[in-house]
């Protein structure tokens, strides 16, 4: 092996860390950060290679740059848990460690290892949302399905009642029964969710989004603004067509609905590497969100939406989320929310595969 394949495979390693690794000079300017490191900032190295720990980076306790001046003054490595970082634009907790760099005795750079904390809180969150999300779908489908035949025979039974009755007040009370085996049937239907496995294709997300939009716009209230903010570098997906419209609807047809009658809702495409989803990482992901400024989901609500038959509605289903979640599942993929009042995001995100399995 050559020297540069090793340096190759070093920085491939380096890369694929789970932790973000920096180094900064002794004017505690940056030089380098891998790959995790650039999730974090959410910026490129290019972009952030040369800025100053303290433009990065405010620690809770002292300031960054004094603890890279005490590293390099004593030559000494250190490591600090549960640290409240602030970063540009959120704030994240981590476990830090120091490591000063040598050459010969002197220390000439730092070494700053991230380990982010509250990351892997919501890997095992997801993880436990998608087995308790499984576990009420396989429920609720069973449920549907043991009522379907029954209630087939009582609507095919009152069908030939109709046909026997002379009187036509009568015929009233039969024709209530099939109406109503019809609309049970309809609401079953739903329960059961998707019966075909996805039918993949290689598709423009945004033509999928697009269509959303304007099946929302014709529904939607005049005063509602339905405006798009799409990142027109996004790759081709391979998904079904249909079952990424029916998911995505679902979600904005709740955003319409709350909404009412005046309110602003925005699709907003982006991608995001290094995803972890169901214990899964993947590269490459895209995310599409849906952003609506209507009243917020109520926090004793929040960890239950996307259960089967929970509804906040007085005429809902509660099957919307559920069935969309289940869609977005067979896709590799997961939908999350977050909530305020005044500003709900729902994200799907949907993984980007090598090749098109
Ligand atoms: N954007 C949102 N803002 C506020 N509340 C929301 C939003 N999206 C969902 N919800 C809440 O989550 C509940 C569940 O949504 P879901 O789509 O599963 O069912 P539904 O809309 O009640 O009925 P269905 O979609 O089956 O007709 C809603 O009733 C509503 O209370
Ligand atoms: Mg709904």
Redesign the pocket.
């Known amino acids: 092996m050559s020297q540069d394949d090793g340096c190759l495979i070093c920085r491939k390693i380096v890369d694929n860390l789970t932790s973000a690794v920096m180094v900064f000079d002794p004017e505690y300017r940056l030089v380098f950060i891998n790959t995790t490191g650039e999730m974090l900032f959410a910026d490129s190295a290019r972009h952030l290679v040369g800025l100053r720990a303290q433009e990065l980076l405010t620690a809770s306790n002292q300031t960054i740059e004094n603890q890279l001046k005490q590293c390099l003054a004593t030559g000494v490595s250190r490591t600090e848990r549960n640290v409240v970082l602030g970063l540009p634009e959120r704030q994240v907790t981590v476990d830090m460690s120091l490591t000063p760099l040598f050459e010969g005795v002197r220390p000439i750079s730092v070494l700053i290892e991230l380990h982010q904390l509250d990351r892997h809180l919501r890997i095992s969150r997801d993880e436990q949302l998608l087995a308790q999300h499984n576990a009420s779908r396989i429920l609720v489908r069973g449920l549907a399905h043991e009522i379907k035949n029954p209630l087939g025979g009582l609507r095919g039974a009152a069908q030939l009642l109709d046909r026997e009755l002379n009187s036509g007040e009568l015929r009233e009370y039969t024709q209530i029964m099939i109406a109503e085996s019809d609309r049970l049937q309809s609401l079953l239907d739903r329960m059961l969710g998707p019966s075909k496995p996805p039918q993949k294709s290689l598709l423009n997300i945004h033509r999928v989004v697009e269509r959303v939009r304007q099946l929302v716009r014709v529904e939607a209230p005049a005063g509602v603004s339905i405006e798009c903010d799409y990142d027109p570098s996004l790759p081709t997906l391979y998904a079904d067509k249909d079952q990424l419209i029916q998911a995505i609807l679902?979600i904005a047809?709740?955003?319409i609905?709350?909404v009412d009658e005046r309110g602003n809702v925005i699709f907003r495409t982006r991608i995001h590497r290094q995803v972890t989803i169901g214990g899964q990482r993947n590269r490459l992901c895209v995310k599409i969100d849906v952003i609506?400024d209507?009243?917020?989901?109520e926090p004793d609500?929040m960890s239950q939406?996307f259960y089967p038959m929970?509804?906040?509605?007085a005429d809902?289903?509660?099957?919307?989320?559920?069935i969309a979640q289940s869609l977005i599942n067979q896709h590799g993929g997961l939908i999350e929310a977050i909530?305020d009042r005044g500003q709900?995001i729902?994200s799907i995100l949907l993984p980007l595969r090598n090749g098109n399995e």
């Open positions: 679902n047809r709740n955003a609905q709350a609506d209507g009243p917020g989901i609500m939406i929970v509804t906040g509605r809902g289903t509660g099957l919307g989320l559920s909530s709900t729902f």
